[in-house]
């Protein structure tokens, strides 16, 4: 069984001030990584994937990922953040093989202060 | 690209009747789609998965004769709530893989969601 830990439910900052957003990760096997934004009643849009390759990983809107895989972390970071990022955030996880159930954390919501 | 639909955004409707909801693939094919359900400032829920041309896999605890899906082509999956209840209101999000994504787990494409209301 895999799941998914984002210990922060809310983490609020100020504009143009840098955010990390920690996700941490439990699974037997290899697994494929994502985080996740969704906006008020509307669905999620994938920011960014680890699936092998360069642990740190590059997604829209200036957001990044690192995977460590010792710590089992894969935290989400941005060095500046704006007022549209304000939205909830959902680290998620599958198995790198068989099975495409997908596992979500319980999602931080980023509140970006003016 | 990979934009999925689902229809519709929102149902405000009395207790005991069934409700249904659209989820389409417009510009890929689909064998498989999911459908979640998202609890107020919670996470997403697996209920089902959908497989085109065979029935749908339900996650445990979730009442097969409550929660009809249907995925009847490569572009559409249905959920139909029946004899809906006020504890069924909730949002609910269907996904879809890609056909041509093959057996890596790529990530799914999300629909708008459709918040559901039962009086």
């Known amino acids: 069984a895999q799941s998914v830990t984002q210990l922060d439910s809310q983490v609020p900052v100020f504009e143009e001030a840098p955010v990390e957003l920690r996700c941490n990760y439990s699974?037997?096997?290899?697994?494929?990584l994502f985080w996740y934004v969704q906006y008020p009643n509307q669905g999620l849009q994938l920011l960014l994937k680890y699936l092998s390759g360069s642990t740190l990983v590059k997604g829209i809107n200036g957001f990044e990922a690192e995977f460590n895989k010792s710590q089992t972390s894969f935290h989400l970071r941005k060095p500046s953040v704006h007022i549209s990022d304000t939205a909830e955030y959902f680290c998620a996880v599958t198995n790198s093989g068989g099975y495409q159930k997908v596992t979500f954390g319980t999602g931080t919501k980023l509140q970006v202060i003016p | 690209g990979a934009v999925v639909s689902q229809h519709p955004s929102r149902v405000i409707c009395k207790s005991g009747t069934s409700v249904k909801i659209e989820c389409r693939s417009l510009?890929?094919?689909?064998?498989?789609m999911f459908w979640y359900r998202q609890f107020p400032k919670q996470s997403l829920m697996l209920m089902a998965t959908s497989n085109e041309g065979s029935k749908a896999t339900y996650e445990q605890g979730v009442e097969k004769d409550k929660f009809l899906i249907n995925h009847a082509s490569l572009t559409l999956s249905t959920l139909t709530v029946t004899s809906a209840h006020p504890e069924d209101s909730s949002f609910y999000i269907c996904?879809?893989?890609?056909?041509?994504?093959?057996?890596?787990?790529?990530?799914?494409?999300f629909g708008d969601g459709t918040r559901l209301s039962i009086l």
């Open positions: 996904s879809a893989r890609d056909i041509k994504d093959g057996t890596l787990n790529q990530p799914q494409h």
């Open positions: 510009d890929f094919q689909a064998t498989t």
């Open positions: 699974s037997s096997v290899s697994v494929y």
